[in-house]
C-alpha cells in the first residue's frame, strides 16, 4: 500500500535521510555527495524545509522537497530534489505531493524552476509563470555588474549557501564597495549572481564578459529558459542565485 507522509527536516533520522538519498540517486542514476542532505537541509539558517515521502511497504519510492529559502524577508520554500523510482512514474504521485506539501505550507511564498515535463504540471496546479523570467542575457562585465542585484542575506546565510556548497564552486571579483559573485556554467562562462558587502572565501576571477537571468541587470538579450513558477499571489523578485543549483 502506497503511503505519502510530511516530515519537517528535524523529523527525519539518520536512517530515513538514506533511504531517501537512494531513491533519489537510484532515480537519477547519480550519488550525491554524502554531506548533501546534511548541509542543504540540517544546516539551513532559513529553517526547516518540508519533506513528502512516499512509501510502499516501508520502501521510500518517491520524494519531495519544499526547500526553506526566503526571499525579501518573506518565508519562502522552493519545490526541489524531486524522486520518483521509474516503476512508480506516471500514477500520479507527483500531483499527491504537491497537493499534500501545498495544504501543510498555506499561502506561503512557494516557487520552483520546472522543466519540460513537468511545467504544465504546475500550471494545472495552479502555480503561475513568472514575468519576465525567460531571458539570458549578456554584457561587458564592468557594464553588467552596475546593475547588479543586492543579495541582503546576513553573513552566516551567505558563507552556507555559497562557501559550504558541496556541490557547487562560486567565485567572486571586488570593485568599489562590493564583493560580485559568479557560478561558472562551462569554462569561461561566468554567471553574474548578485553582490554583497561581504567578503566570502571564493576564488577570485575577473572575466571580461559575463551572462545573467534577472530581468534587472543591463545586457543584450542573447537566450531564453524556462521560466520561474510560482504559487504567490504577490510579485516577487526572483532572482538567478534562487535557482543556479536548484
Known sequence: MINIISLWTSEIDAALEHNIMSCFN???????????????????????????????????????????????????????????????????????????ALDIIGDKLIYNYPNELSGPAYIKSGWKVVKNSTSIKVNLTNLMVKSSPVLNWDEQQLRWRFEKNPLAKYYTMKKKDYYYVFSLRRKGLFVLLFKTKYYLDLEFVKPRICFSYDQSVIGLRCHSKLPYMSRSVEEHNLLTYLFDMA
Do not use: M
Request: include cysteine; charged fraction near 25%.
Open 26 to 100: 537510484e532515480t537519477f542514476s547519480q550519488t550525491k555527495d554524502p554531506n548533501y542532505f546534511q548541509w542543504k537541509f540540517r544546516d539551513n539558517p532559513f529553517g526547516e524545509s518540508l519533506h513528502v515521502i512516499v512509501v510502499n511497504q516501508g520502501r521510500v519510492i518517491g520524494s519531495r522537497v519544499f526547500w526553506r529559502l526566503d526571499i525579501e524577508g518573506y518565508e519562502a520554500y522552493q519545490c526541489v530534489d524531486t524522486s520518483i523510482l521509474p516503476e512508480y512514474q506516471g500514477k500520479g504521485l507527483f500531483k499527491s505531493t504537491v497537493l499534500k
